[in-house]
Structures are given as C-alpha cells and as structure tokens.
C-alpha cells in the first residue's frame, strides 16, 4: 500500500496543489473550443471550395476560381500545420491578441483544405438526377445544390467529417507551439513546475482518448439516426 | 402568332463530338395547350433529347424554343423561371431521398412561389389524395413502391401548377404490374385538360389518350399525326417499320 499512498501524494502535488487541475480544465475547454470552431469553419470553406470544384467543371466563367482554390489546396496540403501556425502567429495575425482565434482560423482554413475534396467526392457520390430534378422544378443551380445535393452529400460523408474532427481534436496539441494554453500545453506546464513527468503527460493521453471514444460513440449514434430516410 | 401554342421549336438540334453524333437534327414541334403529344421512336432517336431540351436540361447546339412566345434558348434569359411552369416526370423519378413525400412536394412551391407553408401543405395533400396517397405523405420514397414513387413524382411538379407537363419514359422503370397506375394517373390529369409531352414506349397509351403521336428515328421527325393515322395508317416505311415491331 506504500506505494500506493505515495502515489496519491504525488498526484496531489501535481494537480491539487495551487489550484493546478484549474489549468488543465481551462485547457481542455480550449481544446474543445478550437476544435469545434476549426471543423465549423473547415466545413464552410470545405464546402464553398467543393461547390466551386464541381460547378467549375462545366463553367467557363468559375476557372479563375477553380484557380484560386486549387493554389489554396496544393499551399495548405503541402506545408506542415506547425509551420501554418507559425506564418499565422508571427507573420498574419502578428498583432492578434487572442491566441485562441488565431489557433481556430488556422485550424479551420487547414482542414477546410482537407474537407474540401471529402465533400466534393460526396457531391459526386449524389444521383444526377437530383440535380435535374431541382432545376426542371425551377430551382438554380445553386439552390439545387443547397435544398438538395448538400443535404445528401453530407450524409454520405458524415463518417469522414467525424474522423476528420478526431483528428483535428488531436491535431490541435500542437497549438501549443505559439503559447496557445490548450490541454496539452497545460499538462506540459504542470510537469515543468512539480517535476512529475508522468502523470500530468498520461492524464493528458487519457482525456484525449475519451473525448475519441466518446465522439466515435456519439457518431455512430447520429449516423444511424440520420440513416432513418434510408430505411 | 397563335395564342394556343404553348412550345414551339424551330430547327433544334443537339450534337455530340462536334456533329459527329446528331441526336437532334432539325426539328419543328408545335404544343398547343390541351394537347397530349406523344413521342414514340426506337431507342437512341432523340426523342428522349427532345424532351429534355424543351425544358433546357439539354441546350441544344442549333435552333430555337419558344415557351408561351418567348425564346427560352435566349443565354440572356433566366430560365428557372420558365422552367417552374414546365413539369417534368423522369424515367427514375428522382424523388429527393432526404425529404418526405409532403416536403418533396411542398419545397419548390415555398421557395419558389413564395407560398405559406400551410398553402403548399393543403394544395400538395389534395393532390396526394387525387392519385390515392394521401396516407403516404410523411413517408420516405425508399418507403414507397416504384409505382407510388412516380405517382408522387407527377403530383411534385403539379404543385408548381405548371402549364405543360413533360413526361420521360415515366414508365419504363416500373415493375409490369406498376404500369397501370401510373398510366391511369397520367390519363386522368390528360382528361383533366392539361398539356403533355409524353415519351413512352407505352403504344397502348398512345393510342388513348394521344391527341397526336410523333414518331421520331435518328434526330428527326419521320412522321406525325393522330393516333389512328399513325397506328392504323403509317405512311413512312421507317415508322411501318417500327411499328411492326413493337405492336
């Protein structure tokens, strides 16, 4: 039992002591916060950039669009998101003061890049018969695509936003990187102050591996409901 | 001009690969209001393409359509706004999988026409209820039989309360025993006056409910006229032909 005693005085030294499980909670709130808000705005600008990509096929007018979307996919998807992070820390945003919204945008405008091509593959993935259906009906192209083709894609790709905001949850440990006090940096602090390299590290690994199941849980559950029309 | 005509073409046409594939070539169709035009033709004629074009699902390459006098082949002219007076009914329904029969109905009238809600509601279950759904109306169309899909498929774009109604192959891919009550659907909205353009390959429907039959072989109309005429009378050795073959 020795050890057993040591170990809880050693967690109350880590964590309860000054108040220090507060950090980690603000921390994990950030987490959260940056994580919501990356795959919100994510999906917005994966979502504009798939309904350029796809209207583009067949319309002269949207190429230099098409263009700009195409250097905004090859710049976000061929350069590291700590780097991504560092331009916008240091060179965009220099004068921000809020970390977190510069950790958010930065996030988003990386996923949106990955999303992007996720959602075009589920507006393809819709019947063409829909889209003829909604203009014979009177509705413009893009209306179409709102009332009709989006709604669908989306459920044909709601697994693939769902592994997306998994990863994006994990991602986002790097957000430390630019003093952005997220649950990872915190325990990071924690261990640097109390000298405990173990636990505030696993504690860590096991909200993250909650938070995983728990969101693979939840999707499961929505996917199933969402499937009902399919019945 | 006469004010009875509804669509009108003057020298459509629709190439492929630059005219190596003509699947219209040149052809003049008069609508008027009230009539039942059906097309009839063997497969790759361009009578699907014809239909298609009226409603500018197809542009076609050449020519033009007029729409109630206005040429709807203008690029200047927005033509959504003709097309919600032009129904359509598709071979494959194209029900919206992601929406109830009743919001399928209803969502075009809202957006589009501005109508309440309550509005598009009362006007699409008075609908359901004429082609025998009106108990299917907060179902899915995965819950629906191939027949009841298509039934609801017409009463979709009567709700738009369009002008003329165009018909692609509505039955073709029904189950044999599905036929029937689609067809009953569509004779009971020809007798109740509507406009149709109808292709099919449905001859014994042609023969009644047509008010003219069209037949069509390699972009082109061969041959025209009433029902009798065309069944019973064929001048053109391709529609002899054809008919000898699907009679």
């Known amino acids: 039992m020795e050890w057993f005693n040591k170990w809880t005085n050693t967690l109350y030294n880590t964590f309860i002591v000054d108040d220090r499980y507060k950090t980690?909670?603000?921390?994990?709130?950030?987490?959260?916060?940056?994580?919501?808000?990356?795959?919100?705005?994510?999906?917005?600008?994966?979502?504009?950039?798939?309904?350029?990509k796809v209207f583009a096929d067949?319309?002269?007018?949207?190429?230099?669009?098409?263009?700009?979307?195409?250097?905004?996919?090859?710049?976000?998807?061929?350069?590291?998101?700590?780097?991504?992070?560092?331009?916008?820390?240091?060179?965009?945003?220099?004068?921000?003061?809020?970390g977190t919204v510069v950790a958010i945008i930065t996030?988003?405008?990386?996923?949106?890049?990955?999303?992007?091509?996720?959602?075009?593959?589920?507006?393809?993935?819709?019947?063409?018969?829909?889209?003829e259906a909604g203009r014979a009906l009177g509705f413009s192209k893009l209306r179409t695509m709102q009332y009709i083709i989006l709604p669908q894609a989306f459920k044909n790709i709601l697994p693939a936003i769902g592994n997306e905001m998994i990863a994006l949850l994990k991602e986002t440990s790097v957000?430390?990187?630019?003093?952005?006090?997220?649950?990872?940096?915190?325990?990071?602090?924690?261990?640097?102050?109390?000298?405990?390299?173990?636990?505030?590290?696993?504690?860590?690994?096991?909200?993250?591996?909650?938070?995983?199941m728990g969101l693979t849980k939840l999707l499961s559950v929505f996917e199933r409901r969402l499937r009902k029309s399919e019945r | 001009m006469n004010d009875n005509v509804i669509i009108r073409t003057e020298g459509l046409c629709k190439y492929y690969r630059g005219g190596a594939i003509?699947?219209?070539?040149?052809v003049d169709v008069e609508i008027q209001k009230g009539e039942?035009?059906?097309?009839?033709?063997?497969?790759?004629?361009?009578?699907?393409?014809?239909?298609?074009?009226?409603?500018?699902?197809?542009?076609?390459?050449?020519?033009?359509?007029?729409?109630?006098?206005?040429?709807?082949?203008?690029?200047?002219?927005?033509?959504?706004?003709?097309?919600?007076k032009m129904g359509m009914v598709f071979?494959?329904?194209?029900?919206?999988?992601?929406?109830?029969?009743?919001r399928n109905m209803t969502i075009a009238p809202i957006k589009l026409l501005k109508k309440t809600p309550e509005e598009a509601e009362t006007k699409a279950r008075e609908l359901l209820k004429l082609v025998g759904l009106e108990d299917r109306a907060e179902a899915y169309p995965s819950q629906l039989s191939g027949g009841q899909k298509q039934r609801v498929a017409i009463v979709r774009s009567l709700c738009m309360?369009?002008?003329?109604?165009?018909?692609?192959?509505?039955?073709?891919?029904?189950?044999?025993?599905?036929?029937?009550e689609v067809l009953d659907v569509m004779k009971n909205l020809a007798e109740s006056g509507m406009t149709m353009a109808v292709v099919t390959h449905e001859m014994g429907f042609a023969r009644e409910v047509a008010t003219r039959v069209i037949f069509m072989d390699e972009g082109q109309i061969i041959e025209e006229g009433t029902p009798q005429e065309i069944f019973d009378n064929p001048q053109n050795p391709r529609t002899q032909s054809f008919l000898s073959k699907v009679l």
Do not use: W
């Open chain 1, 24 to 52: 980690l909670i603000t921390g994990f709130e950030k987490t959260i916060l940056i994580t919501l808000g990356a795959l919100a705005l994510g999906v917005v600008i994966g979502t504009i950039v798939a309904v350029i």
């Open chain 1, 58 to 98: 067949g319309n002269k007018k949207l190429r230099p669009l098409d263009f700009l979307c195409n250097i905004y996919l090859t710049i976000i998807r061929g350069t590291p998101v700590v780097v991504q992070l560092l331009i916008s820390f240091f060179i965009i945003f220099v004068s921000s003061k809020d």
């Open chain 1, 107 to 131: 996030f988003g405008v990386n996923s949106g890049a990955y999303v992007a091509e996720t959602i075009r593959s589920g507006i393809m993935a819709v019947d063409s018969g829909q889209m």
């Open chain 1, 175 to 212: 957000a430390g990187y630019v003093a952005v006090m997220d649950i990872t940096k915190a325990a990071n602090q924690i261990k640097n102050t109390t000298y405990d390299h173990i636990n505030p590290i696993l504690l860590v690994a096991l909200v993250y591996l909650a938070l995983v």
């Open chain 2, 22 to 26: 003509r699947a219209l070539d040149g």
């Open chain 2, 36 to 84: 039942v035009v059906v097309v009839i033709g063997p497969s790759g004629s361009g009578k699907s393409t014809l239909l298609r074009s009226l409603n500018l699902l197809e542009i076609p390459t050449k020519g033009h359509i007029f729409f109630e006098d206005v040429d709807i082949t203008n690029p200047k002219l927005d033509v959504n706004l003709y097309r919600r």
């Open chain 2, 91 to 102: 071979q494959h329904f194209n029900l919206f999988p992601h929406m109830t029969v009743l």
């Open chain 2, 161 to 180: 309360e369009p002008d003329v109604m165009l018909f692609d192959e509505p039955t073709s891919a029904l189950d044999p025993e599905m036929v029937g």
